[in-house]
Nanobody, 117 residues
Framework: QVQLVESGGGLVQAGGSLRLSCAAS????????MGWYRQTPGKQRELVAT???????NYADSVKGRFTISGDNAKNTVDLQMKSLKPEDTAVYYC???????????WGQGTQVTVSS
């Protein structure tokens, strides 16, 4: 059974930093990519950043230059370093692992990030 456990969320002032971590267990398949998504009430979940098994990264325009994603394929972990946080970054952040074949997404339970102005 695949389980993703996130940690590192919390309350921070605008301009501050947080680091989110995600550890996956029960991974018995090839991973296509790992990533972080976020969601606010009434809105769809949106991509924040992803990293492929080959190390290629992809960021939402709104976080480029402020957030950095890193992953460890051997340990099945993915982290998100967030700097220069803004109130609009406030959301529940979800860890994601995508199975290669077939393409199946696995999600963590989410961790709240709140940025105060």
């Amino acid at each position: 059974q695949v389980q993703l456990v996130e940690s590192g969320g919390g309350l921070v002032q605008a301009g501050g930093s947080l680091r989110l971590s995600c550890a996956a267990s029960g991974i018995t398949f090839s991973i296509n990519a790992m990533g972080w998504y976020r969601q606010t009430p009434g809105k769809q979940r949106e991509l924040v950043a992803t990293i492929s098994s080959g190390g290629r990264t992809n960021y939402a325009d709104s976080v480029k230059g402020r957030f950095t994603i890193s992953g460890d394929n051997a340990k099945n972990t993915v982290d998100l370093q967030m700097k220069s946080l803004k109130p609009e970054d406030t959301a529940v952040y979800y860890c994601n692992i995508q199975k290669r074949f077939p393409r199946i997404d696995y999600w963590g339970q989410g961790t709240q990030v709140t940025v105060s102005s």
